[in-house]
């Protein structure tokens, strides 16, 4: 399957949708399970992930400034990310977002992860966005 073009669609097993799946299999309330995970896992829907920056070093984790804070019952998600994996599909329907989340924590304790539903406001225009996130 590594060297095929098609085979990662056909097996639903495509990045980021196969981790993106784990995360709600593992932490995901049976709700989220049903709405997310198995139209994934049928190949009806896509995930995107968000964790890479301009201006931080590729993909180490403890370099990111984009931040996820709580305010009430949301949470605020607030940075610009580079490269997000799958985001242009147009069967994309959420993104797991990477972001800063307690800046007092050790180094690589930092972050959290967190799921975004679209439709997301402040990101880029068009029906289906470039690969990345406008700051808000």
């Keep these: 399957m590594g060297r095929s073009l098609i085979a990662p669609e056909i097996f639903t097993c495509n990045a980021p949708d196969t981790g993106d799946a ?6 995901g309330r049976d709700i989220q399970r049903r709405r997310w995970m198995e139209p994934l896992l049928r190949g009806e829907i896509r995930s995107a992930f968000c964790m890479t920056e301009p201006d931080a070093a590729g993909s180490d984790a403890a370099t990111m400034a984009a931040t996820a804070v709580v305010d009430g019952d949301t949470i605020v998600l607030n940075g610009h990310k580079w490269w997000s994996t799958g985001i242009g599909h147009p069967d994309c329907r959420f993104v797991i977002f990477m972001g800063l989340t307690d800046s007092d924590a050790p180094r ?6 967190g799921r975004r539903d679209e439709p997301c406001p402040g990101r880029c225009g068009g029906p289906r966005p470039p690969p990345r996130c406008r700051r808000n």
Excluded: F, I, N, V
């Design 108 to 113: 690589h304790a930092r972050h959290s992860r």
């Design 22 to 27: 784990e995360l709600q299999l593992h932490y």
